[in-house]
């Protein structure tokens, strides 16, 4: 009874597991891969979210539009009139640069397709342009922050959309 014949590689990383390999090495690296894998898969499940929660985030959780929980907040972490300005300073910097990226990205993901005719380097131009998704998400976050700090209140999405983008 033969057995189908291994490759090459098989055969010659087989031989040096027997001659070299550490039973210990190799536990730890399984358990550190395998281990690692369950951790990172834990971290990234999403966990549900109730409608009340969803509500909350785009009306605003608070009723007087979350100014008590901004002031307890700020008082909290010591933050002066000025350190407030300063915060929304730079979140509103940040908002700025990231949306520069993530037009540069978008006009260079967009360009890359045109200039060749490789499929492999058009879909990864597709995908770069994809990326300013996350840029402009990223940036919008920033922007919502800011938005809060010169409101000096934690206000909903909706308000938000309304006062900042004036829909």
Do not use: C
């Not at 189908?4 to 087989?14: E, F, H, Q």
């Amino acid at each position: 009874m033969s057995e189908a014949k291994r490759g090459r590689t098989a055969r010659v990383a087989s031989y040096f597991g027997r001659r070299i390999g550490n039973p210990f090495i190799t536990k730890v690296g399984r358990d550190a891969l395998t281990g690692s894998a369950s951790e990172a898969k834990a971290a990234l499940r999403i966990d549900r979210v109730s409608r009340d929660e969803a509500r909350g985030a785009l009306w605003g959780r608070y009723e007087d539009g979350g100014r008590a929980r901004f002031g307890d907040m700020a008082h909290e972490r010591g933050l002066t009139e000025s350190d407030l300005q300063t915060l929304e300073q730079m979140r509103l910097r940040q908002f700025h640069m990231l949306a520069l990226i993530a037009a540069f990205a978008l006009l260079a993901g967009g360009a890359i397709p045109f200039f060749t005719s490789d499929w492999l380097i058009t879909f990864s131009g597709l995908v770069f342009g994809m990326f300013s998704l996350i840029f402009l998400m990223i940036g919008l976050r920033h922007d919502f922050a800011a938005w809060q700090i010169r409101q000096r209140r934690f206000g909903g999405i909706r308000e938000y959309i309304n006062d900042r983008w004036g829909r």
